[in-house]
C-alpha cells in the first residue's frame, strides 16, 4: 500500500483560501482524470467540503506523488502553488489512513463529533467509482473509513462533543439562547436544497418556525424538499419558490440558510439593503417598535413624533385595517412570532405560544438526529439527489457587493438572521456591516467552534481509530502477499501435474482409480508442506515491516514475477468488504459500484 493524501482543511488555512481553492463538481472530476494521467498514481478519489479539499491517492513514488499531486490542486483550484503549498498537509500510508478515519469519526471537524462528514466522505467514494478512478485500495479505505465513522457514532458518545454545522451555526444565530425558543413562530428561508439544505429545512422545521420556503435554482428539486417537509407533520407550513423570488422572499423572512454550489454570490449587500428597506415601508411589513430604532438609524422610515396615538405610530383602527389587509394579501399574517408581534406587549410570549402543536420544550437533537419526526430515508434521498443534479449545473457569477457603515453588535436587535454554509460564501460578508442584520459564516463558526469544550468520549474515539488503522494495515499487508502465495502455489500445482504426467508415461498400466490415487497422494504431500510456510509469511507480512516477505518468497523459489504481475491484475477486479453491515462487491470493474 502507497496511499499518499495532499490537502488543506480549515485547521492548515484560513477560510480566504479555502474559499478561492474550492473545488466545483467539473474540476474535480477534471483533477481525478488528471491525475491517474500522472505516472506515479494508480487511482485516486477527492473529498472536497465546505472547510477541507483532499486528493488521496495510490501512488508508486513519495517525493514524486507529492510534488504532482500538489501541483495539480493548485492548477485546478486556481490558486497559485506558491501561495498554496504553505497550507497544504501530506499523509503517507498509516498515517494517511489514521487521517482519514480520523476525519470520518469528526474528530477533524470545525464541530467536533459532527456527523455530516459521512455524508460527504460517501459521495468522494461514489464520485471515484463513477469516474472509473477508485480502485481496490480507495474502495477498501473509504469504505472501511464509513464503517469506523458509524462504529465511533454507536459505541460512543462523541456525538455529545459537537453537533452538525447546521445546528452549530443556528446556534451561534440564537446568541446563546434555545434555539427553539429563538426561532418559535419565525419564517426562515433555506436557498439551495441539496444534503445540507435539506438538513437545515427540517432542522428549522423542528425547532419550531412557523414556515419553512425552499428556492433552488432548479425548481423541481425545490418542490421535493418542500413536499418532504410537510408530509412531515413538524407543524411548520413549507413551500417553494424560484431563484427569482428571493428578493422579494427577503423582505417576509427572519432567517435564511444558504448552502449552493454556486462559484459567486447568492445574496449581495444590496439585495439584503433592498430588502429590509422594503420589509419597513410595504403594507405587511412590522407594525411595532421592535426594529423602530434599526430602521430611524439606517433612516428607512422617519422616526414618530412623540405622543403618538399608538405605540406604532399608528391609530387602532389603521393597524387593525393594516392587519386585516396583510392577511387578505398573503392568506396569513405575515408578521408571527413573539418578538415582532403587535401583541408581545400586550399579552407576553408565553401566551402567544398557546395552542402550538410544537412541543417546544422537547430536548435538542444534534446532527443528523435533527430530521426525527421527518422522513429521514425521503429526505436522504432528496438531498443526494438534488446534489447530484446541481452538480452540473453550478456556475453562478460573482457580482459586486457593497454596504456602507461600521460593524455593530446585531445580537440584540437584528431583523433578519443570515446563516452561510457554503464555501465558496453564498452570502456577502459586507452584510455584516448593515444594520439590522447577524451573519453567521463558515468563518465565523471556525473562530467559535475553536473555543468549544472537547468532550472524554474524544480520547475513546482516537482509541477506536488508532485500533482500526493497525487492522487496516495489517490486512492490507497481508492481500498485498497474496498473489505471490497464489503464484507458488500454481507452480506447485504444475510441478505436480508434470510429475504425474511422467508416471503416466513411465507406468502405462494404472487403471483410472490408482492413478487418481497416486495424483490425490501426491496433491496432499505437495499442500502440506506448503501450508505452514504460506500460513506463516501472510502473518509475517501484516506486521509492520513486512512487506519484504513478499519478495523474499519469490526468490526463494524463483517465481516469475509476470506470473505475479496476472494474479495481481485479476484478484484486482475484486473488491469485497463492510460498510456497516452492507457489502460493496466490484467485480472485473474497480471503479463501477454493484
Known amino acids: 500500500m502507497s496511499l499518499l493524501v495532499v490537502g488543506l482543511s480549515h485547521r492548515s488555512a484560513p477560510v480566504s483560501v479555502l474559499e478561492r481553492a474550492a473545488l466545483a463538481a467539473p474540476a474535480q472530476i477534471a483533477l481525478l482524470h488528471e491525475t491517474l494521467a500522472t505516472e506515479p498514481a494508480a487511482e485516486a478519489t477527492v473529498l472536497a467540503t465546505c472547510n477541507r479539499i483532499e486528493l488521496y491517492a495510490d501512488v508508486d513514488k513519495f517525493h514524486a506523488g507529492v510534488a504532482e499531486l500538489s501541483t495539480l490542486l493548485a492548477r485546478h483550484s486556481g ?15 498509516d498515517r494517511a489512513v489514521h487521517h482519514l478515519f480520523s476525519v470520518a469519526c469528526g474528530l477533524d471537524s470545525m464541530v467536533v463529533g459532527e456527523g455530516q462528514i459521512l455524508g460527504q466522505i460517501k459521495d468522494a467514494l461514489a464520485l471515484g467509482q463513477e469516474q472509473h478512478t477508485a480502485g481496490r485500495l480507495i474502495n477498501d479505505l473509504f469504505q472501511q473509513a464509513l464503517r469506523v465513522g458509524k462504529r465511533a457514532h454507536s459505541e460512543t458518545g462523541i456525538d455529545r462533543a459537537g453537533q452538525s454545522l447546521v445546528t452549530f451555526g443556528l446556534e451561534q444565530l440564537a446568541a446563546g439562547a434555545e434555539v427553539s425558543g429563538w426561532a418559535a413562530g419565525k ?33 423541481e428539486r ?31 423572512v427572519d432567517i435564511v440558510v444558504s448552502c449552493t454550489g454556486a462559484t459567486g454570490l447568492v445574496l449581495t449587500a444590496d439585495a ?8 419597513t415601508t410595504r403594507p405587511d411589513g412590522p407594525l411595532t417598535d421592535a426594529l423602530a430604532p434599526v430602521a430611524i438609524a439606517s433612516g428607512t422610515v422617519p422616526a414618530q413624533p412623540s405622543g403618538s396615538t399608538a405605540r406604532s405610530g399608528l391609530a387602532d383602527g389603521d393597524l387593525v385595517a393594516r392587519l386585516a389587509a396583510a392577511a387578505a394579501q398573503h392568506g ?23 395552542g402550538c402543536p410544537l412541543d417546544l420544550d422537547a430536548p435538542a437533537v444534534d446532527g443528523r438526529a435533527a430530521i426525527t419526526g421527518v422522513d429521514a430515508g425521503a429526505l436522504e434521498l432528496h438531498g443526494a439527489w438534488a446534489d447530484q443534479g446541481e452538480a452540473a449545473g453550478r456556475g453562478t457569477l460573482r457580482r459586486g457587493s457593497s454596504g456602507n457603515g461600521a460593524p455593530h453588535d446585531r445580537r440584540a436587535h437584528a431583523r433578519l438572521a443570515l446563516l452561510d454554509l457554503a464555501m465558496p460564501r453564498d452570502i456577502d460578508a459586507a452584510v455584516h456591516r448593515i444594520r439590522g442584520v447577524r451573519l453567521v459564516d463558515i468563518e465565523s463558526l471556525a473562530e467559535a467552534a475553536a473555543d468549544a469544550p472537547m468532550a472524554a468520549d474524544v480520547e475513546q474515539v482516537r482509541d477506536i ?27 506447485a500445482a504444475q510441478v505436480v501435474a508434470s510429475e504425474v504426467a511422467r508416471l503416466d508415461g513411465r507406468l502405462p498400466e494404472l487403471d483410472d482409480k490408482q492413478r487418481a490415487e497416486v495424483t490425490q497422494t501426491v496433491r496432499r504431500v505437495v499442500d502440506k508442506l506448503l501450508h ?46 463492510t460498510n456497516g453491515g452492507d457489502v460493496k462487491n466490484t467485480e472485473k470493474n474497480p471503479g463501477r459500484a454493484s
Open 465 to 491: 481509530v488508532s485500533a482500526e488503522v493497525a487492522a487496516f494495515g495489517a490486512a492490507q499487508r497481508a492481500a498485498h502477499i497474496t498473489p505471490t502465495v497464489v503464484a507458488l502455489r500454481a507452480m
Open 532 to 577: 505452514a510456510p504460506t500460513v506463516r509469511v501472510k502473518q509475517l507480512a501484516s506486521e509492520p515491516g513486512g512487506a519484504g516477505y513478499a519478495e523474499a518468497l519469490r526468490e526463494l523459489f524463483d517465481l516469475d514475477p509476470q506470473t505475479v504481475a496476472s494474479v495481481s491484475r485479476a484478484d484486482g477486479g475484486v473488491s469485497t468488504s
Open 272 to 279: 439584503v439593503s433592498r430588502a429590509l428597506t422594503e420589509h
Open 332 to 354: 396569513r399574517l405575515t408578521d408571527a412570532g413573539p418578538v415582532r408581534s403587535p401583541l408581545a406587549s400586550t399579552v407576553g410570549a408565553e401566551a402567544l405560544t398557546e
Open 79 to 93: 490558486v497559485g502553488l506558491e501561495e498554496l503549498t504553505p497550507y497544504l498537509y501530506v499523509h503517507y500510508e
Open 187 to 219: 419564517r426562515a428561508l433555506v436557498i439551495g436544497a441539496g444534503s445540507m439544505s435539506s438538513l437545515a429545512a427540517a432542522t428549522l422545521a423542528r425547532a419550531g418556525v412557523s414556515e419553512v420556503v425552499i428556492a433552488n435554482r432548479t425548481a
Open 222 to 252: 425545490a418542490k421535493r424538499l418542500a413536499e418532504i417537509l410537510g408530509a412531515a407533520a413538524t407543524g411548520a407550513a413549507a413551500h417553494a419558490i424560484t431563484m427569482s423570488e428571493v428578493a422579494d422572499e427577503l423582505t417576509r
